[in-house]
């Protein structure tokens, strides 16, 4: 599966984005998704998952009550909605896929990354 995503931009602190990252290639719906994040001179870090169904979410600490991951299975795309936005939420997003809904850095396919940057 392909993956692309979007959105990203500079935002001042305490406002909103929302990333988008749209899916092609295979079923779409076969695939838990995920949204990871790497800062300058950091390691990537996991932000949200979002099983095949859209029922079931996890969200890293750092980003829960903030952040809400969502998927539209007909759109073969997954949201990231932000807000309150941080500093600190500086990084470039990426968008995972992968077959199994699990707590793992070890996604199979992965999206190009978009910047958001968050002015203090």
């Known amino acids: 599966v392909q993956l692309q995503a979007s959105g990203g931009g500079l935002v001042q602190a305490g406002g909103s984005l929302r990333l988008s990252c749209l899916a092609s290639g295979r079923t779409f719906s076969n695939y838990n998704m995920a949204w990871f994040r790497q800062a300058p001179g950091k390691e990537r870090e996991f932000v949200a998952l979002?099983?095949?169904?859209?029922?079931?979410?996890y969200y890293a600490d750092s980003v829960k009550g903030r952040f809400t991951i969502s998927r539209d299975n007909a759109k073969n795309t997954i949201y990231l909605q932000m807000n309150s936005l941080k500093p600190e939420d500086t990084a470039v997003y990426y968008c995972?896929?992968?077959?199994?809904?699990?707590?793992?850095?070890?996604?199979?396919?992965w999206g190009q990354g978009t910047q958001v940057t968050v002015s203090s």
């Open positions: 995972a896929a992968r077959f199994t809904f699990e707590i793992t850095n070890n996604y199979n396919y």
């Open positions: 979002i099983s095949m169904s859209g029922i079931s979410t």
